[in-house]
Each structure stands twice: as C-alpha cells, then as structure tokens.
C-alpha cells in the first residue's frame, strides 16, 4: 500500500509539472530553452509532440510509367530489314582508365551586392583609383551588377557617367539633392559595356600599324550626361562652395592620416 | 579619461594622487601623476583627504567646470577635437576660408 502510494505521488507530481507547461504550438516553439542552453525536450520526445505525422496527408502519387529502353527506327536498305531496335540512351564510348570521383555540387548563390550605408543617392563620393582619381562625384544609384553609378558633374569636373566600385570609393557626409535627377532607363550595366572591336581583314601593308582610335562618347551618352547633369549642377550651384568642392581634387597632405579623418 | 578634468584630494606617494570629480561623475580613484596634467586651478576649501560631498560643494561653489571652460588649455582642446572631427566638405570650407582671409 505505501508502495503504491509512493508511485501514485510520483506520478502524481509528474502529471501536475506537466499540466503546468503550456503546449505553445501555433504561439510558438513547444520546446523552451532551459538554463544553460540546453532543451527541455529530446528530439524523440518533439516527434511526439508535433505529431507532424497526424497531420501529414498523403498525396496519392501517380505510378511512373517506366521510360522505355528500346524504340524501333526505320532503316533504308534493301537488305537490312525495315526496322531495328535501338536503344533510347546510348552507351557510353568513354570510359575513364581511372576512377574518379564525381565533382561535388557548385552551391554558390550570388547574392546582390550590399551597398555601405553611408552610400546614400546624392553622397559625394571620392573616387580613389583609375582615370579618375581624387575627384569628387555625385553617387546616383547602384547598379544591378553592384556597381555604382556615379557623374562628375562632366562639366564640373570632367567625370562622365561612369560605374564605379565601391571598394575603390570613399563615401563623404556631403550630399547633392538629386531629387529632381531623372535617370533614362536605357542607364544600365549593359550600356557601360566594353564594345568588341571589330576585325578588320588585314591588308596587306597593315600588317603590324593598328591605328586605335580615341575613344569617342556616342551621341546617346552625350544626351544622357546633359539630362542627368542639368538637375545635379543646378542644385549644385546654389552653394557656390560645394561647386568649387566638387571641382577640386581630393589629396593628402603631411599629418593627415586616413584612419584619423573624418569624411 | 582622456581631457578629463579631476580635482586631487590626497597624495598616497612621489607618483600617485588620490583623485575626483564628483560633479562630472569621476570616480575618488588614485591616480599615477604621470598621466596627469597640472591645470592652473585651486578649488579652494578642500582639506586633506576630504570626503566626496565636501569635495562635490568645494567644486559647486568654486563653479569648477565653468572655469575650466574658460582657461585656454580647455579651448585648444576643443579646437583640437573640433578639427579630428571635420568632414571633408568643412576641411575644404575651411581651407576657402583661410585662404580668403590671407587675401583680405
């Protein structure tokens, strides 16, 4: 009898700890994290406790009709008969003299080029190498490629519409309004792209002069350089100082230190 | 605790100072003197080794952080950080500025 009342106290006192642990569920995790980082229930016991498997319906999945390994083909021929039985995937001729293992899977996702915060449309920023290094010039957007779009203004500075990287870029804390800047639609990475020459046939005496000419901005970049640049400089020039700022070239002198300047 | 500015309470020996600034929050610490710079400030009524709450009135009364302000070393101080601080659109500013100023 004491036996049996130790056990029913036991299961007694199990049953009322477990009344008193809310089942969550669709509120949230029914697994709390105890103390120390550890769950409070083993994945066996949450098998039991999401019951997934009562609430699994079973789709009825149509049987498969084998491929069929065979197909008859006409042949021409007299003799050769009218059909013959090929097989629908060839053997392979190639086999390997060692063996190999099978390359593992490429999982590499590309993901979107995350742009600094303290890139902002607007931000002038301090282009650090390339033809156009120490300038000053206004961000517009970011690319689908993850570069960045960026104008001198041209006339101000001489720096084109251009991608950018951001790596080889400094964000200062000025900003140009570019509300009013309409960017064509045609402005993309596909418009920045390096045409390939085309081959000339080689005459006979030009064999070795290649006369590589200039590069020349096509009519079309000339229109949208006037159409981004006019709303950019027109802001611009109502603080006189910002347009001799964008027109002056950013360098370092003695003392200064990157690392220990604001931008 | 860089350009802080502290009043010392006590000397413990040649190279360490018992210090505080309990308008500021300063904590009563010792302090080696070599990390300290003398300030042409003597907070009058502060005995040896004075408590926090009379060393908090002493400064009160002698309007500590207000003086401080105004002694030259605080201004540089300021200038100093000023100048760390300066974005390039304002370094370029002050580079006009300087520049026009020679010119007048």
Redo the contacts between chains.
Sequence with gaps: ARRANILLFISKSLSFSLSFEPAMGERGSRNPLLPGGVSRYSRSKMFARRASYKKRKTVAVAAKQPEPRFTSKQVRGEKNGSTRNVPVRASTKMYPTEDTRPKLKNRKINKPTRLRKSIQPGT?L?LLANAHRGK?VVFLKQLTSGLLLVTGPYRVNGCPLRRVDQTYV?A???KVDISNVNIPERVDDAYFRRQAKARKSKAEGEMFEEKTAGYKASDERKADQKAVDAAILASVKKTP??L??LR?K?TLHKGQYPH???? | DLGKVVVIVDIADGNRVLVENPGTGFPRVLYPLRRLGLVNLVVPGILRGARTGNVKKACEKFELTAKWEKTSESKKMQLRAKRASLTDFERFSVMINRKNKAFK
């Design positions: 002038v301090i000053r400094i200062t804390q000025t100082e910002l001799w700022y002056a950013f220990q300047m604001a931008f």
